[in-house]
């Protein structure tokens, strides 16, 4: 049974940091792609960042380049989400996710992913 558990959210000021860890269990994760989305409320899920399995080759959007990093240890099956520089636009649930083997599909497409998180709550305050 895979499972993959979010940890790290929590209450943050405009201009402070906070760092994501993704658990995960009960698949290849040395194998295995990771993402990070998110979802405010009332919006659609978007794309965080992402690391691909064997180069760890790393993805980002536009709006947290320079701010997040992503990084995966896999002697843990453990992915990271390093968030720095916090904007009240970061406030979302945030969920990590995990691609299937050989997956070809976009990185930032969440229909290229078979696993999902519960999803870890971050709110940044101006």
């Known amino acids: 049974q895979v499972q993959l558990v979010e940890s790290g959210g929590g209450l943050v000021q405009a201009g402070g940091s906070l760092r994501l860890s993704c658990a995960a269990s009960?698949?290849?994760?040395?194998?295995?792609?990771m993402g990070w989305f998110r979802q405010a409320p009332g919006k659609e899920r978007e794309f965080v960042a992402a690391?691909?399995?064997?180069?760890?080759?790393?993805y980002y959007a536009d709006s947290v380049k320079g701010r997040f990093s992503i990084s995966r240890d896999n002697a843990k099956n453990t992915m990271y989400l390093q968030m720095n520089s916090l904007k009240s636009d970061d406030t979302a649930v945030y969920y990590c996710a995990s691609r299937p083997i050989l997956s070809t599909g976009s990185y930032a497409s969440g229909a290229g992913y078979d696993y999902w998180g519960q999803g870890t709550q971050v709110t940044v305050s101006s």
């Open positions: 009960g698949l290849p994760f040395s194998l295995s792609g």
């Open positions: 690391i691909s399995a064997r180069t760890r080759r790393t």
